[in-house]
């Protein structure tokens, strides 16, 4: 079996020897034509390896990448496998040899000289750059400037072994890279922090997460949140162990990161929960507080204080995270009241106002901070709209028929509808003199835009709705509701299919829209007269589109 290295690329060939060497080639077996192997990884990979007169004839493996006819790197760490088994003449057919290989190479070691132990184990850290790391970061005396650069230069190898020349990582090798990475997280963090190399352990799960926070990378399977989650856990423990020093530079480090590109935006989001919710000592919740204060003095006269990214609870308000702090401190009940006054213009404060109101059955003062909310935050309408779904609510609880009419109508006409809830609610309190007038306003007005057809439909308004259908410059809703208006106004509805299908003749140059004409086509036909028109348009279409090769090929097969 010579030369079987030249089959693989060079970097290939490197991740082989690396899936080798961490032990991930299991139950290789022969078998009549060669040998078979499981190589463990994210997910376990089967390989085949077929042989004849000794020299490599066919390989498979059921990974993604040899499904594309490559050579993969479960394949040469197999064949890294036999031949080291080979040599050792250790395999025979039907059997694994690795659990026997592991108990020779214990009886090898224990025989071998101290002197000629460490000589071996110095030439192959001289052969080996992983290695040679996985020593030093081991068994150096301190970790300085250069083993952590060497620590580093470990990430950027990882990096490199995956990527094509441009650095890309595709769908074929990112699960591979994630797992790497994970795995190096795993073991040379590890390796600092049981040498209680806090500082320096913080600084390479940092790099590793800028690393893989910004790769040009495939990521469909979403390895990179696993290996942000691992940076998460080596966060959390580095931050439960270590000295206070280091705590204060991990908290300086979490606030100076954020917010300024350090890696992409959905990363950031790891970041904000590490500082939202691991820091939880006094002094680390003071200086929160005074974080939380600069980005709520951003908001000027804002009535929003902006909010925290949170991965395990969303968008958290900053000023509800800044009252909750207060609490875990111990702040006066007074404090936090006079806090909560002072930043009153706030609509989240004013929210929490509200709540508490209700929940204490205080319905008039809920109502008197709602009306107050609407005047504050009235340039934003999905607040306004809020404040007015609360205000129906709490009437409709009082029986208070004049003020639940009045704000119904102005929810009704002054908030986008995405429902008929409120119109119907609305209905149900007015006469039908009332109705006549305020349903013509409704269908008048913008805010109905999204829930026309549906009111036009639930009042029967079917006239109405064939007029908006032929002044409409899409097809979504005559498709909609063709089941309905067919039956009232079959030829009205004929004639727009067929506005539209010319209109898009027009200007359609694809065979997939092509396809979807002709199925306009056959629609139209099964409308009165139908038949007749279809085939005039098909006519039409041959002798203005002549040259359109595709469209004459999509009306023959579609029979006209």
């Known amino acids: 079996m010579n030369y079987w290295k030249d089959l693989f690329r060079e970097h290939i060939l490197a991740r082989g020897e690396m899936y080798y060497y961490d032990g991930a080639v299991q139950d290789l077996e022969k078998t009549e034509y060669g040998y078979h192997a499981v190589v463990e990884g994210t997910e376990d ?3 085949d390896i077929e042989l004849e007169d000794g020299q490599i004839c066919e390989m498979y493996c059921t990974c993604p990448y040899a499904d594309d006819g490559n050579n993969c790197k479960h394949m040469a760490a197999v064949l890294y496998e036999i031949e080291k088994q080979e040599d050792s003449d250790s395999l025979t057919e039907g059997s694994s040899g690795s659990e026997q290989t592991e108990e020779e190479l214990e009886e090898i070691i224990e025989k071998i000289p101290e002197t ?4 071996f ?4 850290a001289g052969r080996d750059d992983e290695i040679c790391n996985t020593l030093m970061t081991r068994y150096a005396v301190r970790i300085d400037e250069n083993q952590m650069r060497r620590l580093k230069e470990g990430v950027d190898q990882i990096v490199w072994e995956h990527g094509d020349r441009s650095g890309f990582i595709d769908y074929r090798n990112a699960w591979d890279f994630t797992r790497e990475m994970d795995h190096y997280l795993e073991d ?6 049981e040498r209680n190399c806090w500082r320096q352990a913080f600084e390479l799960t940092n790099y590793v997460f800028k690393t893989v926070g910004n790769v040009d990378i495939d990521d469909s399977d979403g390895g990179i949140s696993q290996v942000a989650d691992t940076c998460y856990d080596k966060w959390k423990e580095i931050l439960e162990n270590c000295t206070e020093e280091v705590r204060d530079e991990m908290f300086t480090w979490f606030t100076s990161h954020l917010a300024c590109d350090y ?11 590490f500082l939202a919710h691991e820091f939880q000592s006094r002094e680390m919740l003071e200086k929160k507080l005074k974080y939380l204060d600069e980005r709520i003095e951003r908001q000027t006269s804002s009535t929003d204080c902006g909010k925290t990214w949170s991965a395990r609870n969303g968008f958290e308000n900053n000023i509800l995270k800044r009252l909750e702090i207060m609490k875990q401190l111990g702040y006066p009940e007074k404090e936090i009241r006079e806090y909560r006054r002072k930043h009153w213009r706030f609509s989240a404060v004013r929210e929490l106002e509200i709540q508490e109101n209700i929940e204490r059955g205080e319905l008039d003062e809920a109502v008197r901070i709602l009306k107050e909310s609407k005047e504050l935050d009235s340039g934003y309408p999905g607040l306004g709209a809020q404040y007015s779904r609360q205000l129906i609510s709490i009437y409709e609880t009082q029986a208070d028929e004049k003020a639940y009419k009045e704000e119904l109508q102005y929810y009704v006409f002054e908030c986008p509808q995405h429902d008929l809830v409120y119109i119907q609610k609305m209905k149900a309190v007015c006469t039908e003199q009332e109705w006549e007038q305020y349903r013509e306003q409704i269908l008048q007005s913008r805010n109905s835009c999204n829930i026309l057809y549906t009111f036009m439909e639930a009042e029967g308004l079917y006239e109405r709705m064939l007029e908006c259908m032929q002044k409409e410059p899409f097809i979504f809703n005559v498709d909609k ?3 309905m208006l067919k039956k009232k106004f079959p030829e009205q509805m004929r004639d727009i299919y067929i506005s539209y299908v010319h209109k898009q003749a027009e200007r359609t140059g694809d065979r997939k829209r092509y396809r979807e004409l002709m199925q306009y086509l056959k629609k139209i036909r099964r409308y009165p007269g139908g038949k007749e028109k279809a085939a005039e348009i098909a006519e039409n279409w041959r002798a203005l589109y002549c040259r359109r090769s595709a469209m004459m090929d999509e009306l023959q097969k579609a029979g006209f």
Do not use: G, N, P
């Open 45 to 47: 990979y089967e390989v």
């Open 116 to 119: 000629e132990l460490r000589s």
């Open 121 to 124: 184990v110095k030439q192959l």
């Open 188 to 193: 040379k963090v590890d390796t600092l922090m």
């Open 263 to 273: 890696v992409i935006d959905y990363m950031e989001e790891y970041m904000e929960e």
């Open 481 to 483: 509701y063709e089941k």
